[in-house]
C-alpha cells in the first residue's frame, strides 16, 4: 500500500486547509513518542548524521515507529542539507557542524567586477547527496519525504558573498547586487523544478520542512537577510523575487522568521497568488499562542492567507492555548505540537482543543 492509499483520509483533511475549508477547528499535526520505546543510536560522525542514507533512513523509520498520531498527525522525512543547500551546488561550499550545514564559510563572490557564473550545477558534491538520500527514501514506497531546503533567494546570495559584505553592497553596488539575484533567481527554480518532478515521479503528496502535505507542489519562500534591511531595500531587492517565485509555485507560503521581518508583511501579503504565512516571532518572545500575536494573525487572516504555526501546541501555555482556539478563526489555520512531556499530555491537549472548539 502506498503512503496516499495509507494516509488518504488524513490527506483530504490537508486539502481542505490549503483551500481554507476547514470547519470547526484548525488542522493539528500532533505526534508523541509512544512510552517504552527506544530511541535509534546517535550517529557516530557527522558525515552519517548529514550524509549517510542508509543512517537516516533507519533512524527516520525508527523514530516514526515510536511515534503516535493524533487528529491529523502525519509522518514526513525532511531531506534536510541544512537550510540554503542550494549555494553550494552554485558552486559554493559547505561545512557541516552538529545541529546545522554551513554555507557562508567561504565567499565565492570576492569582487563585483567580475562576479563569477551563476549556473545550477546537477554534478555538485551537494545536488548529489540531495538525489542519494532521496533515491533511498523513495525506495520505500510507505515513506513520505520532501523537497530539500534550496533557501531564500537573497539568502543564497549572502551565503556567497558574506552577510556583512552584502549589506554593505546594497548600498555601494546595488545594479550589480540586482542582475546578480535575478540570476540566482533563475537557477532557484530549475532546482525547484526538478525537485518537484522527483517528488511527481514517486507519486508522493508534496511536504516541505514543514509537513505539511499538498496535492499541489508547494514551498516556503523566505528572506532571512531582510531582518536586516528597511522596507524600501525590501521592495526593491527582494519582493521581485519574492513575486516571482510565486508565479511558478503553485502554493506558495512564506516563512515569516522573527520580528524584523514584520516591516515587510503588507508587502509580502500583497504578493499574487501567495497562499499563506508561516510565522515565527523568534527566540525569547511570547509563544504563538499568545494574544500579543493575535493582530498580526488578522492581518495575515484578513487578506485571506493561511495561517502557519508549527510546535505552537505546548501544554506549558494551556492557558493562552484556550485563549487563542476560542478567538482566532481556524479557517486556514494550521498547529503542530510533538514535544509533550509524555503521551497522556498529548491526548489531553487534543481533548482540550476538541472542548474549546465546540
Not at 2 to 28: D, M
Not at 94 to 120: C, G, R, S
Not at 164 to 173: A, K, P, T, V
Not at 218 to 235: A, L, N, V
Request: hydrophobic share 35%; proline share 6%.
Amino acid at each position: 500500500m502506498t503512503f496516499k492509499q495509507q494516509h488518504q483520509a488524513v490527506l483530504a483533511e490537508y486539502e481542505k486547509f490549503w483551500e481554507r475549508k476547514n470547519t470547526g477547528r484548525p488542522i493539528l499535526n500532533i505526534a508523541y513518542t509512544k512510552p517504552n520505546t527506544q530511541a535509534y543510536r546517535a550517529p557516530a560522525t557527522l558525515e552519517e548524521q548529514w550524509l549517510d542514507p542508509e543512517y537516516n533512513y533507519t533512524a527516520f523509520k525508527k523514530r516514526t515507529e515510536n511515534q503516535e498520531f493524533l487528529a491529523e498527525g502525519i509522518p514526513g522525512y525532511f531531506t534536510n542539507f541544512g537550510p540554503g543547500c542550494l549555494s553550494a551546488c552554485l558552486g559554493g561550499g559547505f561545512q557541516l557542524a552538529k545541529q546545522t550545514i554551513w554555507f557562508d564559510k567561504e565567499q565565492l563572490i570576492t569582487d563585483w567586477e567580475n562576479p563569477p557564473a551563476v549556473k545550477f550545477d546537477e554534478q555538485s558534491e551537494m545536488w548529489q547527496l540531495i538525489t542519494k538520500m532521496q533515491e533511498r527514501f523513495a525506495a520505500d514506497p510507505d515513506v513520505c519525504f520532501s523537497i530539500t531546503d534550496l533557501g531564500g533567494i537573497m539568502d543564497i546570495v549572502a551565503s556567497l558573498r558574506g552577510t556583512e559584505n552584502l549589506l554593505y553592497d546594497l548600498y555601494d553596488y546595488p545594479e550589480e547586487v540586482y542582475n546578480f539575484t535575478k540570476e540566482v533567481r533563475r537557477e532557484v527554480r530549475v532546482a525547484y523544478e526538478k525537485q518537484v518532478d522527483f517528488i511527481k515521479k514517486h507519486d508522493l503528496p508534496f511536504i516541505t520542512w514543514m509537513n505539511i502535505p499538498s496535492e499541489k507542489p508547494w514551498y516556503p519562500m523566505q528572506c532571512d537577510f531582510c531582518y536586516m534591511i528597511s522596507p524600501t531595500q525590501f521592495e526593491h531587492f527582494v519582493l521581485p523575487e519574492l513575486i516571482d517565485q510565486a508565479s511558478y509555485v503553485d502554493r506558495p507560503v512564506y516563512h515569516l522568521d522573527g520580528i524584523g521581518e514584520l516591516p515587510h508583511l503588507d508587502m509580502i501579503l500583497d504578493i499574487p497568488g501567495l497562499s499563506g504565512i508561516q510565522w515565527n516571532p523568534g527566540a525569547g518572545k511570547e509563544p504563538l499562542c499568545d494574544e500579543k500575536w493575535f493582530d498580526i494573525y488578522k492581518r495575515i487572516q484578513d487578506k485571506g492567507k493561511n495561517l502557519i504555526l508549527l510546535w505552537a501546541l505546548d501544554e506549558k501555555y494551556e492557558d493562552k492555548l484556550e485563549k487563542f482556539f476560542k478567538t482566532v478563526d481556524p479557517t486556514g489555520v494550521y498547529l503542530s505540537g510533538n514535544r509533550f512531556s509524555s503521551p497522556e499530555a498529548a491526548e489531553r491537549m487534543y481533548e482540550n482543543i476538541l472542548k474549546w472548539t465546540k
